[in-house]
């Protein structure tokens, strides 16, 4: 475990340096507790960080709350929120988010695959309010023995309106622990945004949390 820590932050410091110069690079933390109310009800807090260490500052801060509910085995449906808050150079803009969230998987199988959904209504201290979709599918794969268990996903964003996908996400990563109470990932992300007609790129690197109660 510590060698694998060791090879992640080597990993992130590699990337670093090599975007200092062509495109940003983040560090993202994401912390969330998981709530099971019943059989068919859940609910989840998380909060999410992103960083650019080349600027030595905190870039954007997410506050989420979900609930939702299991339809069948694999199928379920949820309301969620977000606020953000946004570092500009003008100063923080805030953000609020709505959400109406379906979540779709494969049942009992060995390669876990889900995907979700979700329409938002975003709203901003500064700036036009707007609608999008959101879409992603994650794949998991099992494991042999003790060793970390790969994961790929993908994440596309995309604007109800003329602007269409505005952002693309490709993930790759390592369940590093998995109890009854935690799970711990860390992951790759290569980010596309794109700005005016132009697709910028970006790298990051981020470890997520999971609490189960």
Same mark, same amino acid.
């Given at each position: %475990?510590?060698?694998?820590?060791?090879? +992640?932050?080597?990993?992130?410091?590699?990337?670093?340096?090599?975007?200092?110069?062509?495109?940003? +690079?983040?560090?993202?933390?994401?912390?969330?507790?998981?709530?099971?109310?019943?059989?068919?009800?859940? %609910?989840?807090?998380?909060s999410k960080i992103?960083?650019?260490?080349?600027?030595? +500052?905190? &870039?954007?801060?997410? $506050?989420?709350?979900? $609930?939702?509910?299991? %339809?069948? &085995?694999?199928?379920?449906?949820? $309301?969620?929120?977000?606020?953000?808050?946004?570092?500009?150079?003008?100063? &923080?803009? %805030?953000? !609020?988010?709505?959400?109406?969230?379906?979540?779709?998987?494969?049942p009992k199988s060995?390669?876990?695959?889900?995907?979700?959904?979700?329409?938002? !209504?975003?709203?901003?201290?500064?700036?036009?309010?707007?609608?999008?979709?959101? #879409?992603?599918?994650?794949?998991?794969?099992?494991?042999?023995?003790?060793?970390?268990?790969?994961?790929?996903?993908?994440?596309?964003?995309?604007?109800?309106?003329?602007?269409?996908?505005?952002?693309?996400?490709?993930?790759g990563g390592l369940?590093?622990?998995?109890?009854? !109470?935690?799970?711990?990932?860390? !992951?790759?992300?290569?980010?596309?945004?794109?700005?005016?007609? &132009?697709?910028?790129?970006?790298?990051?690197?981020?470890?997520?949390? #999971?609490?189960?109660?």
């Amino acid at each position: %475990m510590k060698r694998l820590l060791g090879l +992640f932050v080597l990993l992130a410091c590699v990337i670093s340096s090599q975007a200092q110069e062509e495109k940003k +690079f983040y560090l993202w933390n994401t912390s969330c507790v998981h709530l099971k109310l019943n059989s068919d009800y859940k %609910m989840k807090f998380s909060s999410k960080i992103h960083y650019l260490p080349e600027e030595h +500052f905190r &870039d954007m801060t997410y $506050l989420d709350f979900a $609930l939702s509910r299991k %339809m069948n &085995d694999w199928f379920s449906l949820g $309301l969620a929120f977000r606020g953000a808050q946004t570092r500009k150079e003008t100063g &923080d803009v %805030m953000e !609020y988010r709505p959400q109406f969230v379906t979540g779709l998987q494969l049942p009992k199988s060995k390669i876990k695959c889900k995907t979700t959904n979700r329409l938002e !209504y975003r709203t901003f201290s500064e700036g036009d309010a707007y609608a999008r979709y959101y #879409h992603n599918i994650f794949v998991r794969f099992p494991g042999q023995g003790a060793w970390p268990k790969p994961y790929l996903g993908e994440e596309l964003f995309t604007k109800l309106s003329s602007d269409g996908t505005h952002l693309a996400r490709i993930y790759g990563g390592l369940e590093m622990l998995k109890l009854d !109470y935690l799970r711990i990932d860390m !992951y790759y992300v290569w980010q596309q945004t794109k700005r005016n007609s &132009d697709w910028q790129g970006a790298d990051a690197v981020g470890i997520n949390l #999971h609490f189960f109660i």
